[in-house]
Every structure is written in C-alpha cells, then in structure tokens.
C-alpha cells in the first residue's frame, strides 16, 4: 500500500498546497484561480446556507456523541445556537427545526465510541500539502458533506486526509467515510492504492499548476458554480 509516510508519497516540489485546493481544480481549473489565486468567495445561496447549518449541526452532535433518546432536545439546544452564530439567514424557523432534526437523527444512527475530533488541521511539508478535516472518529476520517451522492472529487479529497494522517502521525489507515447529509447516508470509502496514486497526481498536477499559473480550460460545471458572475466579468 501506497502510505503517506512512504518515500514515494513525497513531493518533488517546494510548494504547499490545500486539499481544498486539489478539489476545486477537479472542480473547474478557473475557479482554483478564482478562489486560491483571487481570494473570491461565492455569494452565499439558500443551498449554502442550509448546507452550512447542517454541516454545523452535524459537527456539534458528533462532539455531544448523540444518542437517539436525545435527539429532541438537543435539536433545541443547536437549532439556537446557530440562530446566535447567524447560521440561518433566510430560513424559517420549520425549514431550520427539520434540517436540525434530521441531521441529528443521521448522526444518532451512526454512534461514535470513540474518541472525536472536529475541524482537525493536518500539514505535511514533506507532502506539500495542508487542510482541516472535518471529524476524526478515532483514527478515522470523516469527510461531511451536504449533498446525496459522493462525487470523484470527495474520493481524492478523503485520500488526501488519510496520506496526510498517515505521514503526520504514522498511523496506517485503511478506509474512511463520507457522511452525505442530504441522503442520511453514510458511505464506507476503501482508501486503495489507485486513488492514493490518482490523489498523488493531482497534488503534482495543481502544484505545478499553481506556481506556472497554466490554469487549464474551465470545465463544463457552470450551471452549479456559484461563481459564475465573477467568472462571466473576468472571462468573457
Ligand atoms: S462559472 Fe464555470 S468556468 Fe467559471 S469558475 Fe464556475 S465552473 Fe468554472
């Protein structure tokens, strides 16, 4: 297995990048640059904003080890807590108790035993590359994200955590999971040798990128992109 403590893993060059940043060129090239290079950030959506309240949710009844039995009353707690962090902006007060709720309830199904961590920074020089994971159960990562179906990117994205974990502290860790809110499903991702090579690749690929500035052609993503009156000002 291809681990990220491994020789082979090293970068060849001196450039750190995010993990972040490594998604969003699978993304679109130009909106690496827009973001990582222009520091433009998107117009916040009624979808970003519900993501956002149930990723926060999600976040805090991991840490709280939510059990079934107390998912009505903490829904309270943390529905009121992200009114205070203004986390709800332009949702009503049902649309807020049902993201909540939900959200708990997913979280309840999927107990942790464990030890938990949430937002955890990892940086690696010797990989050229940082980022904050969203949970650790244990050793284990947990990318969450506010969609029904995993994509591609949140392969690579999960792979990239798991080499940094595992050259930062020398763990070995086999496998991770992406938590899909929308879905309430959990996905059990097999972190193997050919997403470990692809992840390793892109990381070249978007070093390289970024300190050449050849940003590639855009892709064909601008119907779900929310940047495109940035990018239609710049590009065209
Ligand atoms: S609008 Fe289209 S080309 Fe521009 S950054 Fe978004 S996805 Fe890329």
Redesign the pocket.
Known sequence: MLRGYSRLAASGINRMVRVTDVTLYL??P??LY?VGFLGIRGRPTRESIMGKLAHYAYLRASILKITEDRVEEESVNIAREAVEKKLTEGLSDTEVKEIVVKTLRFRAENPITGGVEVEKYVESVRLGLNGQIDLMEEHTPVEVKYKSRAEYRDLIQLTLYTLLLEDVYGWDIDYGYIDLLKASRRLRIEVNNRLRGDALKLRDKVQETILMGTYPP??D??RG?D??IE??SL?H
């Open positions: 993304f679109c130009r909106k827009l855009a892709r993503k601008c992109c940047l495109k990018c239609r590009f």
